[in-house]
């Protein structure tokens, strides 16, 4: 089991550049999830999907945040154009489905600086 | 609504002693789940102890258990025997076991080991 593998590890853009930020989840998970960690916020959930499908999008900030998820083994976030106010370690985290008692397993996360 | 709250920001404990890391939650849900999760200083997110709020039994996982008090909405995280690996932040969290599957964090703890 590779686990929930994101690219890239780091992101260094500038300002009106759009970002994607990719995950592949655990194979076999159903529900895939995309937060925010912030020193000012914390841990925020943007977005999640269960089986492909969008289920919660009120984390999204604003139209310049889209996500997708073509297949169960991939996911994408993109920022269009990005802003200096989106630096943060954003994380793909999966899991199996509702009422499951395994944890959320999380990528390593991509750290986005946007200059 | 969810809501986790984690009230120290930090703490430092001796090598080998035993350390208890507060988290209380506020739910209107019936049937949910609690997660605590550590994070080190190389950033990822690793899954520690869950527990249900139907379990009767107080959740342990090796070194770990959850100190479950479900009048109380109290969830603690007791570590037995802390090591210096142990210093990281710790986060609690929750989940609505038939509903909306993300998860809501708490702002953390950050447990420093002395040695």
């Known amino acids: ?115 | 609504a969810q809501k986790i709250t984690q009230t120290q920001p930090g703490m430092f404990v001796q090598e080998k002693e035993a350390v208890t890391l507060d988290c209380t939650y506020d739910t209107s849900d019936q049937s949910y789940g609690l997660f605590w999760y550590k994070q080190p200083s190389s950033g990822e997110m690793i899954f520690l102890i869950y527990q249900g709020s139907y379990d009767e039994q107080n959740a342990t996982e090796g070194r770990y258990s959850l100190n479950f008090q479900k009048a109380r909405k109290s969830a603690n995280l007791v570590i037995s025997a802390s090591q210096l690996g142990d210093s990281a932040m710790y986060f609690c969290a929750m989940r609505d076991n038939f509903g909306n599957e993300k998860l809501t964090f708490g702002t953390g703890t950050r447990l420093t080991i002395i040695p």
């Open chain 1, 1 to 115: 089991d590779a686990g929930v593998i994101q690219s890239p590890r780091h992101e260094v853009t500038e300002m009106g550049q759009e970002v994607t930020l990719r995950c592949k989840p655990i194979s076999g998970h159903n529900s895939l999830f995309w937060y925010r960690q912030t020193m000012m916020r914390g841990l925020e959930l943007l977005i999640y999907f269960n089986n492909n499908v969008p289920i919660d999008d009120s984390g999204m900030p604003e139209d310049r945040f889209s996500a997708k998820m073509p297949n169960a083994s991939f996911s994408t976030l993109k920022i269009q154009p990005s802003e200096p106010r989106d630096s943060a370690v954003y994380f793909c985290a999966s899991t199996r489905g509702q009422g499951s008692n395994y944890g959320y397993t999380f990528g390593s996360g991509t750290r986005l600086t946007v200059v």
